[in-house]
Every structure is written in structure tokens, then in C-alpha cells.
């Protein structure tokens, strides 16, 4: 059985991995959240939280950012769990669709930089 140390650089590397081959909306998004561009705000891709990644982290404000593909309806109970699991943890979480990020993304970071205040 791994230990806990092995499980967190496991999620490091995939976190890793994912940073690399982002999705057309994540890295859409990212290039409006990098270089402080909200509140002065550092935000992170692919942020290990627990045993879950954040697709977009705020550590300073423990803001989580998901985008969620068309297959996220089928997947809402482990959605579920990892908002239990980053509430748990004091974060705040929210979601946008891929399609809000790829056709409505002023909106989007509104949304983002009203949380951020």
C-alpha cells in the first residue's frame, strides 16, 4: 500500500500531466486568469487539493475554479464528492460549462472577479 507521501507526488505528476495537455476551454480561460490579471489575484492550473485536483486554484482566497466538459452530468456524484471534500477543507468552489468559457467568457470572469473581491 502506498504511502501518503507517494499518493500526494501521484497527484502532483497528474496534476503535472494535465497542465500540459489542458482542454480547448481551460487553456482559453487560463490565458485571462494567468499573470495576476483578476483583483491581482495568483491563480494556479491544476492545483492538488486533498486527494482531488482544481482545475484553477486561488490559494489566497481558497477559491477552487472548475470547468466542466459535456460528461460532467454523468460524473456529478464524484463532482459531489470532490466539493464535499474541498468545503471540507474550507474552499469555495465554482463551476462553469465548457461552453460558458468558450462562448461567454467575459461572463465568465465577471463571474470570477465578483469572487474574488
Excluded at 500531466?17 to 495568483?42: G, T
Excluded at 486527494?51 to 454523468?74: S, W
Amino acid at each position: 500500500m502506498p504511502s501518503e507521501h507517494h499518493r500526494r507526488l501521484d497527484r502532483i505528476d497528474c496534476a503535472r500531466r494535465n497542465r500540459r495537455n489542458p482542454s480547448r476551454a481551460e487553456h482559453v480561460l487560463w490565458q485571462s486568469l494567468r499573470r495576476r490579471q483578476i483583483q491581482q489575484r495568483r491563480v494556479r492550473r491544476q492545483h492538488p487539493i486533498g486527494r482531488y485536483t482544481a482545475d484553477f486554484a486561488c490559494v489566497e482566497l481558497k477559491l477552487a475554479i472548475e470547468v466542466d466538459g459535456d460528461q460532467h452530468e454523468e460524473l456529478k456524484s464524484y463532482d459531489d464528492a470532490r466539493d464535499q471534500e474541498f468545503a471540507r477543507r474550507g474552499w469555495r468552489v465554482i463551476r462553469f460549462g465548457t461552453w460558458d468559457v468558450l462562448e461567454n467568457l467575459e461572463g465568465v470572469i465577471s463571474v470570477i472577479d465578483e469572487a474574488c473581491r
